[in-house]
C-alpha cells in the first residue's frame, strides 16, 4: 500500500524553527517529484515548495523563499522541509504529496499521493 507520512509539526514561537519530514512506504519517494502544500482554516491549499524527480530542481512559493528548504534522502526514503524564521501566518496543516511528473509543480491536481498533515502553529 503506497503511503505517505508527515511529522515533525507543532507550536513554536515566532521567528522559530521546525523540520517537517516526509516518509513514504510502499514505493521509492526519489522515483517522484514531492510537493509540500499547507491549508490554513478558512483557506485554500496551496503550494509551498517541491522538488522534482528527475533533476532534483526546487521551487518555492514567494511567500517562504529564503526561509524554507526542501531536500530529499533517498536513503532514508524521505524529503524534508526545513523551515526557518517562522511567522503566524505560516501556520496551517502542513501535507506533502507525490507526484509522477517530471518537473515541479504547485497545482495539488496534479499531485497523486497525499499524507495525512501535520499541524504547524506559530504563536507566542
Known amino acids: 500500500q503506497l503511503q505517505l507520512v508527515e511529522s515533525g509539526g507543532g507550536l513554536v514561537q515566532p521567528g522559530g524553527s521546525l523540520e517537517l519530514s516526509c516518509a513514504a512506504s510502499g514505493f521509492t519517494l526519489g522515483y517522484y517529484t514531492i510537493g509540500w502544500f499547507r491549508q490554513a482554516p478558512g483557506k485554500e491549499r496551496e503550494g509551498v515548495s517541491c522538488?522534482?524527480?528527475?533533476?532534483?530542481?526546487?521551487n518555492y512559493a514567494g511567500s517562504v523563499k529564503g526561509r524554507f528548504s526542501i531536500s530529499r534522502d533517498n536513503a532514508r526514503n524521505t524529503v524534508y522541509l526545513q523551515m526557518n524564521s517562522l511567522k503566524p501566518e505560516d501556520t496551517a496543516v502542513y501535507y506533502c504529496?507525490?507526484?509522477?511528473?517530471?518537473?515541479?509543480?504547485?497545482?495539488?491536481?496534479?499531485?497523486?499521493?497525499w499524507g495525512q498533515g501535520t499541524q504547524v502553529t506559530v504563536s507566542s
Open positions: 504529496a507525490a507526484s509522477t511528473y517530471y518537473y515541479c509543480s504547485v497545482y495539488a491536481s496534479e499531485y497523486d499521493y
Open positions: 522538488i522534482s524527480r528527475r533533476s532534483g530542481s526546487t
